[in-house]
């Protein structure tokens, strides 16, 4: 018997998209008609909450919250879109109106995907809180990687060191440092503790009046800070494994909720963690802020900033204008590149 050849990556492609498609039509037939026009009222403002499907959830400038059949012209929707919608007149279904169009967006929060290439999660965010924690442990280098991605979407990245109640004294100094050289660099760093409360109220001020998304490693902590300021949220709290150490991802459905002492936060799965597979080395350099006044200086156009001669970035690190930490994660960044790029090429071609 001969062996059966394996399928491409183009032929699994479109299998797949084959596939959503006769999903979507089996969706379509087992949901309500769509609503006619003559049953629709006037236009007006919204913020998508949440997205299901083919359907959003929409809150109106009044506060009333409709689940809405998404005009199929529409070609992208997500959480925090700002929209145009209209209501149903006479509500007979569990579809309460239909998103007419979408705002021109102010910024875009993405991740690459390993089929759908740059995918987008959530929209009109002003800034990305950048969560770390002693437990399950305290490093720079996932910090950094956290400050590539938010530097590259240009929504402004905030670092928040949850837990510091369970810092200990032997601890505290190396990381105290850490976290100045981070302010030295121009980034605002807060410490808090959602078990005790202490900073909670920082954190409060500084949300109010914006569209927030937190962002960590699970086991950080996320849900319980935005518990701690939000009660109502009830965000499910996953335990650091004793075991393992490493903590349990608990958010499932991407929604947008406000705190009551004013702003907003986007909460989706699709930020947990940022691969940075996609970007070119020139990019991540170019997302190191203290990096930036040497590009473009050093001898050689293709340098690679590390042992090149005539290096300016090499040169900035010698003199003490770049942290090791940051220079040393900076290399780290770049080595992983190729080796998540061949991971990802590795599981597209054999799935």
């Known amino acids: 018997m001969s062996k059966k050849k394996p399928l491409s990556q183009g032929q699994r ?25 003559s049953s629709l009222g006037p236009e007006q403002l919204g913020t998508v909450i949440s997205r299901f499907g083919q359907h959003a959830d929409v809150e109106t400038e009044t506060g009333q919250v409709v689940r809405c059949n998404i005009r199929r012209n529409i070609q992208s929707l997500v959480t925090g879109d700002k929209v145009i919608a209209r209501l149903a007149q006479d509500i ?11 705002h021109p967006r102010h910024s875009l929060l993405s991740r690459p995907d390993l089929y759908d290439g740059i995918k987008i999660i959530a929209a009109n965010i002003d800034q990305i809180l950048i969560v770390s924690s002693v437990v399950p442990s305290f490093t720079t280098q996932i910090i950094d990687r956290y400050l590539v991605a938010a530097e590259d979407t240009g929504i402004s990245p905030i670092i928040v060191l949850n837990k510091t109640d369970l810092l200990t004294d032997e601890e505290r100094p190396a990381v105290d440092a850490a976290l100045q050289r981070y302010q030295d660099i121009g980034y605002s760093v807060y410490k808090v503790s959602s078990k005790s409360g202490l900073g909670v109220d920082a954190i409060k001020d500084l949300l109010d009046k914006k569209v927030s998304v937190f962002v960590g490693q699970s086991g950080v902590g996320k849900s319980s800070l935005i518990n ?7 965000l499910l709290i996953g335990d650091v494994s004793q075991n393992s150490g490493l903590g349990q991802h608990t958010t499932t459905t991407a929604k947008l909720l406000h705190f009551a002492s004013g702003g907003d936060l986007i909460d989706s799965p699709g930020v947990r963690e940022f691969a940075l597979w996609h970007l070119p080395a020139e990019r991540v350099s170019e997302c190191f802020v203290e990096f930036r006044e040497y590009l473009g200086t050093c001898k ?25 930490d940051r220079y040393n994660n900076y290399h780290r960044i770049i080595a992983s590149l190729d080796e998540q790029r061949h991971a990802r090429h590795f599981r597209s071609g054999d799935e």
């Open 300 to 324: 050689f156009r293709d340098c690679k900033h590390k042992s090149d001669p005539g290096c300016a970035i090499t040169a900035a690190f010698k003199d003490g204008a770049i942290a090791e």
């Open 92 to 102: 007979d279904s569990g579809i309460s109106g239909v998103v007419e169009a979408v």
């Open 228 to 234: 701690a300021m939000m009660p109502d949220a009830e």
């Open 13 to 37: 492609r479109r299998m797949r998209a084959n596939q959503e498609k006769r999903l979507q039509k089996k969706d379509s037939a087992n949901n309500a008609p769509e609503l006619q026009d």
